[in-house]
């Protein structure tokens, strides 16, 4: 008879801790659902504009969110152990720009095994176990920029593309789409280097001074991100070479827009940073309640020139928190 109470007594204590566990992690510990939002990288004046959007769609829906990546974006391990963190803290949801699109396959799928869901944000991963992918359509964005260039070029010259790193999805994307463009379009531009900045403005600058050095007839650049535009825009200046090469970057800052104005670079091919992260965090939110978002949400595209930087529009997108 003892024996049976001890084991209802057990059982009854295991109901309720599991029960308890379940609440802890529906409320978030706190009485609002968590969500773990992990960008590439921190570093990038792009990344803290996709803060900002997370945290407007968070308070607007009333959960809260953690905010940490690595420092670098080429840090796939340290991205992948945060990931893992935010599993072993039993977070609600996870919203995840992923560094590399195989790196962080295993955590990702670790995550759904273990039901926390997981959208994916503006660079593609190498699995479908996620909720909604939102993002920029990067292989038109390649493209846009591809149009540009040849068009100021008249379609005739030699140009180089400065990237960022094999396996970055939305990166490989504008390349490709950049590059498809040029040799559809554009049979008389020659593509005549290719080299990664490892989405680092240093060796951005130094990858981006190599090729200036190596090609002295070289007409036209494309860098596919912040840094890499960063790099190049900094190199062509020491080289004496602005307005003569024609720049045509990827993503804004501060020092990109003045460098714009400054004829240093040509224009600029331009995300919504802001409502990436704002979407990405809705649809995490429609899935916690029960909805399903949209399996892709494309963020849209935009080229900054000098001519159509005061306009309405591109004032708001710039100004975007």
């Known amino acids: ?12 204590i295991m109901a309720c801790l599991i029960f308890v566990t379940a609440c802890n992690r529906k409320s978030g510990g706190g009485g609002k659902r968590t969500i773990a939002v992990i960008p590439k990288g921190v570093s990038h004046f792009f990344w803290q504009s996709v803060h900002a959007g997370a945290e407007s769609a968070a308070k607007e829906l009333g959960v809260e969110i953690t905010w940490n990546g690595p420092a670098q974006e080429t840090d796939y391990t340290g991205q992948s152990n945060i990931v893992e963190d935010a599993i072993n803290r039993r977070v609600d949801g996870i919203v995840l720009a992923p560094t590399h699109k195989d790196a962080l396959t295993p955590v990702v799928e670790r995550a759904a095994r273990e039901g926390i869901p997981v959208t994916i944000m503006d660079s ?3 699995t479908d176990k996620y909720v909604s992918y939102v993002a920029t359509d990067n292989r038109q964005g390649g493209s846009v920029a591809a149009e540009r260039l040849g068009e100021r070029l008249g379609g005739k010259g030699k140009i180089a593309i400065l990237g960022v790193k094999a396996g970055s999805v939305s990166t490989d994307e504008r390349e490709q789409g950049f590059q498809d463009t040029i040799k559809q379009k554009y049979p008389g531009i020659e593509i005549v280097a290719f080299q990664y900045g490892e989405s680092d403005r240093a060796k951005s600058l130094d990858r981006a001074t190599d090729i200036l050095t190596a090609h002295p007839d070289l007409n036209g650049f494309f860098a596919s991100n912040e840094s890499s535009t960063v790099g190049a825009v900094q190199a062509i200046k020491q080289k004496g070479l602005a307005g003569k090469v024609i720049l045509v970057g990827f993503d804004s800052g501060a020092n990109l827009i003045d460098d714009l104005r400054a004829a240093a670079i040509d224009s600029l091919v331009l995300q919504n940073p802001f409502k990436m992260g704002y979407e990405a965090v809705k649809a995490m939110v429609a899935k916690l309640n029960g909805q399903e978002p949209p399996k892709r949400v494309d963020t849209g595209v935009k080229l900054l020139t000098k001519e159509n930087i005061d306009t309405p529009e591109m004032q708001q997108l710039l100004k975007a928190p």
């Not at 008879?1 to 009854?12: C, D, E, G, H």
Request: cysteine-free; charged content about 15%.
């Open 1 to 12: 008879m003892k024996i049976r109470q001890t084991t209802f007594i057990l059982i009854a």
């Open 124 to 126: 593609g991963i190498g």
